[in-house]
């Protein structure tokens, strides 16, 4: 009976010591008195000194003179399946170096990269053929939406009551609204060049003579037989460097140097003038046209080794 009694009134003790330590447990940090020193701590690192009664790692390592960082970073929890933590535990065992967390931040990372870019970026990989095909289709049914809603504002405006007369002018303004949203997606869209160089050259045997020359090299070069025509297709996409024949059908290759060097969304594209015209005579317009450079007609391919070094760096 003694024994019992022993042995009950130490479970008691036992008990009431059990619940002070899960009282003083749960107690909060910041009741217990701190020293300046774990003040100081806990403002540097913005970290606890003391959690839940007790001194943390934290502020020991802190005393030591150990670089503690600020707690700039949230932590977040990750549930998955049993199988599925096995076998990405297998898969790190052999790659070694990407964790959940560095997984975690590559993802949100490319998925804000994905949704940041604009339309303008997606409908860049069109050809633009397409581009102007979507063009043309919105365009269509537009030119008539805004003409009968204009015919209607200027001739019969005095017979519409108030509210139709209203309608009216929304639908025109919206029509006008659409129309410089398609002109300034769609028409002014720089799709990215299926090719390296643009040849503007007006003989048709030079043209294929050099586009042969520069598949077999690994560079896609296109060649149009017209000054205007070189222009047009800059309109649309952006080569990596421009061949250039000074005599041409319909403009001066000098002209067209300088439309292009003038234009501050094609000035950085080198031009290189490809003609028959005397050297001396070529080099006088250099600096006036801000040429890049000339190669000679009759040419040896080993001329053409200036142009594919600019290729390769572009």
Avoid at 61 to 68: A, T
Avoid at 213 to 227: Q, T
Avoid at 295 to 301: C, D, E, Q, R, S
């Amino acid at each position: 009976m003694v024994q019992k009694l022993a042995r009950s009134k130490k479970n008691d003790e036992i008990n009431d010591k059990s619940d002070k330590e899960e009282s003083y447990m749960n107690n909060d940090h910041n009741s217990f008195e701190k020293s300046d020193e774990m003040k100081k701590y806990e403002k540097e690192t913005g970290r606890y000194a003391i959690w839940r009664g007790i001194i943390t790692e934290g502020f020991r390592r802190w005393q030591k003179g150990e670089k503690v960082y600020h707690r700039d970073k949230e932590r977040i929890s990750l549930y998955v399946t049993e199988d599925t933590k096995s076998k990405w535990l297998d898969y790190t065992k052999n790659t070694g170096e990407l964790t959940i967390s560095k997984l975690i931040r590559e993802a949100v990372t490319a998925f804000i990269k994905s949704k940041s870019n604009n339309h303008k970026y997606s409908l860049s990989k069109l050809n633009p053929q397409a581009i102007s095909n979507i063009s043309h289709t919105l365009k269509e049914p537009l030119t008539s939406i805004k003409g009968y809603s204009q015919l209607l504002l200027e001739n019969y405006k005095e017979k519409l009551n108030v509210q139709v007369l209203d309608t009216v002018r929304n639908i025109f303004e919206q029509s006008i609204l659409l129309e410089k949203k398609i002109i300034n997606i769609l028409d002014n869209i720089k799709v990215k060049s299926e090719y390296d160089v643009l040849l503007i050259e007006d003989d048709l045997a030079t043209i294929r003579l050099i586009t042969s020359y520069f598949e077999s090299k690994g560079f896609k070069c296109k060649g149009v037989v017209s000054g205007s025509k070189g222009l047009e297709e800059l309109g649309s996409t952006i080569p990596k460097l421009i061949l250039l024949d000074i005599i041409l059908p319909d403009l001066s290759g000098y002209d067209i140097c300088k439309t292009i060097k003038s234009d501050k969304e094609w000035a950085n594209i080198p031009v290189y003038f490809l003609t028959a015209i005397a050297g001396n005579e070529v080099e006088k317009n250099l600096a006036d046209t801000k040429s890049d450079g000339f190669i000679l007609k009759p040419f040896n391919f080993s001329d053409f080794e200036v142009i594919f070094d600019i290729l390769k760096k572009s």
